[in-house]
């Protein structure tokens, strides 16, 4: 498995909270006090300036991380107004709650307390996190409401933005797919992300994600026993991308001393007359990424139109299954791609032969169509874990219907069921990797390892033929002998920094074309390849923060004078 940065779901992540609670090294109170410090470090380096901050805190410990910003933020001179509720917490959250209260008041947790709050410079979401088990109901649903006025002060949510699926990235209660809560400028979460801060709109309402250490790292091998999950997220510090020192790097390297068959011999089945154009995209895209030899392969009559270039590009005909069979008796072709305008009847016939070989291949688009239209009980019965199915949610629902329709059902109860669920649930199903396509895409194989990429600023991407470029980087990579889940997740970053680096205007057409340079700094080491033509990272760093919490000490005894003209504001 590739090094990257580890998902927890919730209930990992009690687990951990609870193992290391239970060590006596540590306790709730503890993780509770790194939580708010560290939001409350994070905010400090976003505004340093003092300003006027209203904190809503929630029923639970997300309530209690609240009060533990707030105090931080008071004594780094802040003004406060906290809204919070009259419930019993648990001991942790009662605690925080106690020690705010000797600093100042606490106004109801409702939206029209809250109506008359809004005149501030930031807004604090300590609601729910991720304890939030069902909908939303009563005056915290109408508060949760409120806070999705896009005229509102900036948001900063704690953990998530409240109302959110941790698990799922939906929102319990509320229509998939079009339901959105408030929309968070800055997200401090824990340890670790969650699946819900990458997948559906999740991703989109966090905004910049950050995940803050609060010291749980010696009990993730609590974890360990469930499948792992990646974030390839070029949003977290620790991004999966071929490093010199990477893994993938030594991958993506080609030997000096080399021939081009060392590199792989990619095969694309093209369609009939008049629909070539997938298919070479898929080619050019393989040969970009450093396949030695790439084939295009359409029926006789549609030869003559990819006479064109690239003139790197190998061609030959295959009309049917046998010649198929017949020309993967060369066995240095390492890797196909099916699918990319090929046709749905040519598709099918030509999968028994592209399959029986049990080399590593791509189906895509028609192929996928193909399987779907199989008889269900035959419907993956020659798939092998060297197949790569990549649909997207259309297709996705073609093949696997059940799934599809748990994914966008309503449920009012938590966790809901999740892109990643379904991910591994259809790769299990398959006995293939299953790559989901879409802004959030997941990559599952059928043990149920799986990695997540997720672009929030790529809508360019979303152009037709891009799908078929995926397909083609995949069966390079794949060609170039990588392992399906790697070719598959080295293949969607190179996609999404080639869309990144091209910006507004990209068509299918320029994405490979983009792929050279992307290549050269990733194996030159080129700092900053994740931001060249894209948004820059933050560059806050975790010791930033901590530099600032050693300050903030200091800072307190400065600030004590700001107590006595906190009015109507802050404090008693
Ligand atoms: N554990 C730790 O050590 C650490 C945890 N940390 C923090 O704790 C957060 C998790 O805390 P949590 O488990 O208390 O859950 P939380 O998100 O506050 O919500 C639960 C509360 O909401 C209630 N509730 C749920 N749904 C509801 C609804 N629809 N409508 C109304 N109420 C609803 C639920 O009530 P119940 O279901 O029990 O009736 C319960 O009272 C986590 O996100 C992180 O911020 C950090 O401090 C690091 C250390
Ligand atoms: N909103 C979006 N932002 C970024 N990438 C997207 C978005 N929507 C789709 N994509 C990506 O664009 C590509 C589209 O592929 P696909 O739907 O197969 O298109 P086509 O069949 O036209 O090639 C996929 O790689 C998908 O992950
Ligand atoms: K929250």
Request: charged share 20%; glycine share 12%; proline share 8%.
């Amino acid at each position: 498995m590739p090094v990257g940065s580890e998902i927890l779901t919730t209930a990992q992540m009690r687990a951990t909270e609870s193992a290391a609670m239970s060590s006596g090294r540590v306790t709730g109170a503890e993780l509770m006090e790194r939580a708010g410090r560290a939001v409350a470090g994070h905010i400090r380096l976003r505004w340093p300036r003092p300003g006027r901050a209203v904190v809503l805190c929630g029923p639970g410990n997300n309530g209690g991380d609240g009060y533990v910003i707030a105090q931080h933020l008071h004594r780094a001179g802040w003004q406060l107004r906290v809204l919070g509720l009259a419930n019993q917490p648990g001991p942790d959250a009662a605690q925080m709650r106690q020690r705010w209260q000797e600093i100042g008041p606490i106004l109801p947790l409702d939206a029209a307390t809250f109506a008359g709050v809004q005149d501030c410079d930031l807004v604090i979401d300590a609601i729910f996190g991720t304890g939030l088990t069902r909908a939303p109901t009563g005056p915290i649903a109408a508060l949760l409401a409120a806070l999705t006025d896009p005229s509102l002060p900036p948001v900063v949510a704690v953990d998530c933005p409240s109302g959110l699926c941790l698990d799922s990235g939906g929102w319990p209660g509320r229509d998939r797919g079009t339901a959105t809560g408030a929309r968070a400028r800055l997200t401090v979460a824990f340890d670790r992300p969650k699946p819900g801060h990458v997948l559906e709109s999740g991703a989109f309402r966090c905004g910049e994600l950050v995940i803050a250490d609060i010291g749980l790292g010696d009990w993730h091998h609590i974890a360990s026993n469930a499948p792992q999950t990646l974030l390839l997220h070029p949003a977290i510090p620790t991004p999966w991308l071929p490093a010199p020192q990477g893994p993938a790097f030594s991958l993506l390297a080609k030997p000096a001393d080399g021939h081009k068959f060392l590199s792989g011999h990619a095969l694309i089945l093209a369609g009939g007359p008049a629909r070539g154009g997938a298919a070479r995209l898929s080619a050019r895209a393989a040969l970009r990424v450093g396949a030695g030899l790439v084939t295009l392969a359409p029926p006789v009559d549609a030869l003559a139109e990819h006479a064109g270039p690239p003139d790197a590009l190998m061609r030959q005909p295959v009309e049917d299954a046998s010649d198929l069979a017949d020309m993967l008796a060369d066995s240095r072709i390492t890797a196909l791609c099916l699918g990319p305008g090929c046709g749905i009847e040519r598709a099918a016939g030509l999968l028994p032969s592209a399959l029986a070989c049990g080399r590593p291949c791509v189906l895509d688009a028609d192929a996928l169509t193909a399987l779907s239209q199989r008889p269900k009980a035959e419907r993956f019965r020659d798939l092998h874990d060297k197949v790569i199915l990549t649909p997207h949610m259309g297709e996705f629902a073609r093949l696997f219907p059940d799934l599809a329709n748990r994914l966008v059902a309503a449920d009012n109860t938590g966790p809901l069921f999740s892109r990643l669920d379904a991910a591994r649930q259809a790769a299990s199903r398959a006995r293939a990797v299953l790559l989901l396509k879409g802004p959030d895409t997941v990559i599952a194989t059928p043990d149920g390892s799986a990695l997540i990429h997720t672009v929030t600023d790529l809508p360019w991407l979303a152009t037709a033929g891009a799908g078929d470029v995926l397909a083609g980087l995949i069966a390079g990579l794949l060609a170039r002998s990588l392992p399906p889940l790697q070719a598959a997740g080295l293949a969607v970053q190179l996609h999404a920094l080639a869309a990144r680096r091209f910006g507004p205007g990209l068509t299918a057409d320029d994405l490979p074309d983009q792929i050279p340079a992307i290549l050269r700094d990733l194996l030159e080491g080129a700092s900053g390849v994740f931001e060249r033509g894209g948004r820059k990272k933050t560059g806050i760093d975790e010791m930033q923060v901590k530099e600032l919490h050693a300050r903030i000490e200091e800072l307190a005894v400065a600030n004590s004078f700001l107590e006595r003209k906190l009015k109507p504001w802050g404090g008693k």
